[in-house]
């Protein structure tokens, strides 16, 4: 028994010690390794067969490297202007110089990104094609809505107000609301997209005209005796007194200012951001009832009963132009969307176009009976209210045209018209109601929806309000020619260097700006040394001019005093003699 249990201890196997991470081998990390090394091999493998794969379905080299090409008329059609010379003699500043260089270099890159962002514009403008032997102007409206779409179709419409009337209208910039002023007091706002009334009241006075102001939340009315101001419900704001009579108005949305012409004869200025009136400015020219505004530079245009057509400033008591447009009164006048052409009508029955650079007709037109209300659509359509026919015409400022683009007849004689931003769509009010006219290529096709969004909810609105108040342009800043504004005015210049020179006695030098270096020698203990170190060597320079004007008087003195000595007319002990 004993034997046999030795025999079994000694066959017994050992026990392992359990392998530990520092008593690794390195034949066990080996094949590891090289395991490691065939799979990167692999996939280098794998890049090189895709890569050959794809020079073979594209070729050795990609014909079209770089980002699309842009067409030049794109390009040219986004330019903002000559670019800026820099080169070293115009500007030698090197620090200057480079950031003229990056500003033209953003300039350029904004106008490439705008000709390449035409891709994205979903919406194209276009005109009436006839077929042979067909003109436009003999298509009805009827038979436009029934060939558009439902959407387009649903511009076309009409209202019924036959117990208020005549009406005035007015659309907001971004062309979502309409207002309706009726001369008997009936008041409304509409969103007429989607056909809601926004608000209706009656003011129980007799109402000469309306305007929109910066948003559709505000509005003004001119009525029988004063200017008042109401809110998107109705409520009266503002009742201005100091306004009184009011017969046209135009708002002027980047400056914040509207414009009232009056009965007798007053143009005035008021700011709707702060309520305080600019300036009251008498014509002296009579009654005004024909007003248009300039969207190009915010001058605002009159005309007379005496033919003429006055160009006003809120800066100037004077008018900065004076043309004389017609024979007898002028009935209407419009300024297109660029402020290069002004049309105007007269009683004479003549429709003519005028180029306000150099205030000299291009296009005359007879109209049979008259043109009493003149309107241009952002697209440079004319429409021309003759009685109770709505005649629109295309090209009629470059070319002249025998034949309208578009013609239509209403019930009743014509108050006013205007083309609705952004949309195909004319709105015209008569003695009985109001008209929505589809014009096919009158609006722009599409719109910035950071300057005029018709979708805009009541967030964006209000922040689009605060941004305009913030970049709000001082009246001040009108001016006939918008180029001025970034040229040195050298007579105010010379004007202020006078009146110092009249306080002081002498024209003062001009402070020492230290020039910018590299290296850390332009931080600001340093330019405040060389600034020190400039005045220092002025002092001296000056010290050392007087001391010198000292000396040369002392050399002047002595020379004189030998002069007489030498003629023997004073003697050496003279100069101890007392002084008479």
């Known amino acids: 028994m004993v034997d046999t249990t030795v025999g079994m201890e000694e066959t017994k196997p050992k026990k392992k010690k359990a392998a530990r991470y520092y008593e690794e081998s390195e034949e066990q990390e080996t094949p590891r390794k090289q395991n490691d090394h065939d799979e990167d091999e692999s996939k280098r493998k794998k890049r090189k067969r895709t890569k050959r794969n794809d020079e073979i379905i594209r070729g050795t080299a990609d014909p079209f490297e770089g980002p699309a090409p842009v067409a030049k008329e794109k390009v040219k059609k986004y330019s903002r202007g000559d670019k800026i010379d820099t080169r070293k003699e115009s ?31 979903t919406e194209e403008a276009g005109f009436l094609e006839p077929d042979d032997g067909e003109e436009t102007y003999k298509i009805a409206q009827k038979d436009i809505a029934a060939s558009v779409d439902i959407a387009s179709a649903q511009k076309y419409f009409e209202l019924t107000l036959d117990q208020f009337g005549p009406y005035q209208l007015d659309y907001t910039r971004n062309g979502r609301h309409l207002l309706l002023g009726g001369k008997k007091g009936h008041l409304a706002a509409i969103d007429w997209v989607t056909k809601n009334l926004t608000f209706e009241i009656n003011v129980m006075e007799t109402i000469r005209d309306v305007q929109w102001l910066h948003l559709e939340t505000m509005l003004a009315v001119a009525q029988k005796r004063w200017l008042y101001m109401y809110d998107n419900q109705g409520t009266e704001l503002h009742c201005i007194k100091g306004m009184h009579e009011v017969l046209r108005m135009e708002f002027l949305p980047y400056h914040f200012l509207l414009a009232t012409a009056s009965a007798r004869g007053y143009l005035q200025f008021l700011d709707t951001s702060i309520g305080q009136e600019v ?273 040369e008087a002392d050399k002047v003195k002595k020379s004189k005093v030998r002069e007489e000595i030498l003629q023997g007319g004073r003697g050496a002990l003279d100069r101890f003699n007392k002084k008479s």
């Open 91 to 121: 500007v030698p500043d090197l620090k200057h110089k480079q950031v003229l260089q990056h500003i033209e270099d953003t300039f350029e890159e904004a106008v490439e990104r705008a000709a390449r962002s035409e891709l994205l514009l």
């Open 279 to 551: 300036i009251t400015i008498p014509t002296k020219l009579g009654r005004l009832n024909v007003m248009s505004q300039n969207p190009s530079n915010a001058i605002i245009h009159l005309g007379h009963a005496n033919g003429t057509v006055t160009l006003w400033s809120p800066n100037v008591k004077e008018p900065l132009v004076k043309m004389l447009c017609h024979k007898s009164a002028v009935r209407s006048l419009a300024i297109d969307k660029s402020g290069l052409y002004m049309a105007t009508s007269g009683q004479d029955r003549r429709l003519k176009i005028f180029d306000i650079r150099t205030y000299k007709p291009l296009q005359v037109y007879k109209i049979s009976t008259g043109a009493t209300e003149l309107s241009f659509s952002q697209r440079g359509l004319l429409a021309a209210g003759c009685g109770n026919i709505v005649e629109v015409y295309k090209d009629a400022c470059r070319t002249s045209t025998d034949k309208p683009y578009m013609m239509h007849k209403l019930k009743n004689n014509i108050t006013s018209l205007q083309f609705c931003p952004y949309e195909d769509v004319l709105g015209v009010t008569y003695d009985r109601g109001f008209a929505s006219l589809l014009i096919p290529g009158a609006g722009e096709a599409n719109f910035d929806g950071l300057e005029h969004n018709p979708y805009q909810s009541k967030q964006s609105r209000k922040e689009w309000e605060v941004k305009a108040l913030l970049e709000k342009i001082q009246p001040e800043m009108i001016t006939l020619d918008t180029h001025k504004l970034s040229e040195v005015d050298a007579a105010t210049m010379e004007q202020r260097l006078q009146e110092r020179k009249a306080i002081l006695g002498y024209i003062p030098a001009p402070k020492f700006e230290p020039r910018f270096k590299k290296k850390g020698r332009s931080s600001a203990s340093k330019k405040e040394k060389r600034k020190k170190g400039v005045a220092e060597e002025k002092k001296r320079e000056v010290l050392k001019k007087e001391i010198e004007k000292m000396e």
